[in-house]
């Protein structure tokens, strides 16, 4: 039994987990309401949560779910805006998911890493505050210093823009079930 643990300030990464839980038929539930108790019950977990800078508001939880449950499968996936087939991204997410739930718990989770959107009007006054700043400093680098990565940001200021994508979900699917089928 799967069951998907979100956390989604903008949807992008709840499309995710819903269409994660729909083809593991599985359940899916907004990270913020769930007990431990609540997770018991399920074999695998699959955690998705929003990046914005960096950071994981649910850090804190998820490390604590997997240290109640030690025994049990879990997957990560992180939605943000950078392309994270880039390898320095990956990097930098990677460290990032390290620093939020802890280098011990680690070895017990697959990570994945989606590409989500943003949507400037809809964005918190934190968000946008954030993003003006961010915007700023890269526009601040010499041509020659930014990344491919900085470029997109610089031309996403202001923007909608939504990369999500049902394909992207694949990778964390195909690694379920080989993971499945392979313990049969």
């Known amino acids: 039994m799967f069951l998907v643990l979100y956390h989604s300030n903008y949807g992008h990464t709840e499309r995710y987990a819903r269409w994660l839980a729909e083809d593991l038929e599985g359940d899916v539930r907004r990270?913020?309401?769930?007990?431990?108790e609540d997770v018991a019950a399920y074999n695998s977990i699959i955690f998705g949560h929003s990046i914005?800078?960096?950071s994981y508001k649910y850090?804190?939880?998820?490390a604590e779910i997997i240290q109640a449950f030690p025994d049990k499968?879990?997957?990560?996936?992180?939605?943000?805006?950078?392309?994270s087939s880039?390898?320095?991204n990956k990097k930098t997410l990677t460290d990032n998911v390290t620093a939020?739930?802890?280098?011990?718990?680690?070895?017990k989770i697959q990570l994945f890493f989606f590409r989500g959107g943003i949507d400037y009007p809809r964005l918190s006054?934190?968000?946008r505050s954030m993003m003006w700043m961010m915007d700023k400093m890269l526009k601040m680098k010499k041509d020659s210093e930014q990344t491919e990565s900085d470029?997109?940001?610089i031309q996403a200021y202001g923007k909608k823009i939504d990369f999500v994508d049902r394909r992207q979900i694949d990778p964390l699917i195909q690694a379920i079930q080989e993971e499945i089928h392979g313990n049969s």
């Open 31 to 36: 990270i913020e309401s769930v007990k431990l």
């Open 52 to 54: 914005y800078a960096g």
């Open 59 to 62: 850090g804190k939880k998820i």
């Open 73 to 83: 499968k879990y997957y990560f996936f992180g939605v943000n805006l950078a392309d």
């Open 86 to 88: 880039q390898i320095e």
């Open 100 to 107: 939020a739930i802890g280098s011990e718990n680690m070895d």
């Open 125 to 127: 006054f934190m968000h």
């Open 151 to 153: 470029r997109a940001l």
